[in-house]
């Protein structure tokens, strides 16, 4: 699929995000606001500006204010796209994942294969848990739901339900928007990895 609507130039994007200073303590420090002006996302959202900074500002949000590890916050979106099959969703946070919250190769791939049993116990309910939330359109078991809950409170229970239900939101209006990865694919099993 060709890209539907054109990337906007970087310089026409806010030279700062207002999110970043406020949760720099919790973010890696490659995440800058030039960082995300290279993403593909934001240069196609920047066609609305304003919708551009609110998708940086609820990303970080999402990533900093579930009760989550940066390792967990990498297992949902990770766990998200593999469920959707997104290529592109997984293309860059598999990297994430492997770079940035230093997660175990073996581990994405895991997920990858949808071995959960490969995983630490904690980690395989909460991937089951979005396996489940995305496969039902949030429609999680009671049991998959206490299963959750055995590990996590409720107010993280909330935060990655809608970790997940965001990183849905940002594969439908990718997949609308005709997004592509910029370089070749990662794989599945990392077999491009390091690309």
């Known amino acids: 699929m060709m890209p539907r609507v054109p990337r906007v130039d970087p310089a ?22 030039e960082w995300w002006n290279s993403q593909s996302t934001v240069q196609t959202f920047g066609n609305n500006v304003d919708l551009a900074e609110t998708h940086v500002h609820a990303n970080v949000s ?14 949902v979106i990770l766990a998200v796209g593999r469920e959707l099959d997104s290529a592109y969703e997984w293309h860059d946070h ?35 848990y979005i396996y489940e939330f995305v496969a039902l359109s949030g429609g999680v078991s009671d049991e998959t739901h206490e299963a959750l809950t055995g590990h996590y409170d409720d107010s993280t229970v909330v935060g990655i339900a809608m ?17 592509e990865l910029d370089e070749d694919f990662v794989g599945w099993n990392l077999e491009n990895y390091p690309v």
């Open 94 to 128: 598999a990297i994430a994942a492997v770079e940035r919250a230093g997660i175990d190769e073996e581990n994405v791939i895991a997920i990858a294969e949808k071995d959960t049993d490969a995983l630490p116990e904690k980690i395989s309910v909460l991937v089951e």
């Open 163 to 179: 970790l997940a239900a965001y990183y849905v939101f940002i594969y439908y209006v990718a997949s609308a928007l005709g997004l």
């Open 62 to 75: 999402m990533w900093t204010q579930t009760n989550l590890t940066p390792q967990e916050v990498e297992y």
């Open 12 to 33: 026409s994007l806010p030279d700062e995000y207002e999110i970043l200073e406020e949760e720099s303590d919790a973010l890696d420090s490659t995440i800058t606001a």
